[in-house]
């Protein structure tokens, strides 16, 4: 049975495979093997090549490691989204689990980030925040094109020996009191939610 794109990643050994691969980077089976040491190998085998044969995982170089050939992947960035007209589509449920999913892979990455001697925001230049603004529909798509193009630029660029890899998650939602508050409290700031450095 062919999986639609949303049941494809909402797998969560699925989804850590492809958030392995976010920044454009080039990875092995032996590379994947090594971020995900908890997943068992026959597992991560079996989900890369469910990714591949869904067009997810695009092999771009092979070479033999002791008799065995070892593939090179990339992300077809494109095949790991869910388009807009899938995303209509979703129920209420599939959303619930494909946030929570998405949280859970933020919370390991935050326990991932602090196990490895992180906790200093300054020094790492991370932060986690929350801010609230007001805006029409057609000031939020000026705002969503003008940071996609930004975050492009930076993509761009690549690894480098002096560029580390990080990660930059976004969640946009209208507020639960956006009708009530806009003619009522017009004018007075909402307060941000955050912590972040300096």
Not at 66 to 85: F, H, P, T
């Amino acid at each position: 049975m062919a999986l639609d794109t949303a049941e494809l990643l909402l797998h969560p050994v699925r989804l850590r495979i492809v958030q392995a691969f976010l920044g454009g980077r080039t990875l092995t089976t032996a590379d994947l093997r090594a971020e995900l040491p908890d997943v068992a190998t026959a597992t991560l085998y079996r989900q890369v090549a469910t990714l591949s044969g869904h067009g997810v995982l695009r092999s771009v170089g092979e070479r033999r490691v002791r008799g065995a050939v070892e593939r090179s992947y990339r992300l077809d960035a494109a095949a790991a989204s869910v388009d807009a007209d899938e995303a209509r589509g979703m129920t209420p449920d599939q959303h619930r689990r494909a946030f929570l999913t998405f949280v859970a892979r933020l919370l390991a990455d935050f326990d991932g980030y602090l196990d490895s001697g992180g906790g200093d925001l300054a020094r790492d230049l991370a932060g986690y925040r929350q801010n609230a603004f007001y805006a029409t529909d057609a000031e939020l798509v000026g705002f969503v094109t003008r940071l996609r193009e930004l975050f492009a630029e930076y993509a761009a660029l690549g690894p480098g020996a002096d560029r580390t890899r990080r990660l930059f998650a976004t969640v946009l939602l209208p507020a639960a009191d956006a009708q009530e508050s806009a003619p009522d409290r017009a004018g007075q700031a909402d307060p941000d939610r955050s912590v972040e450095r300096g």
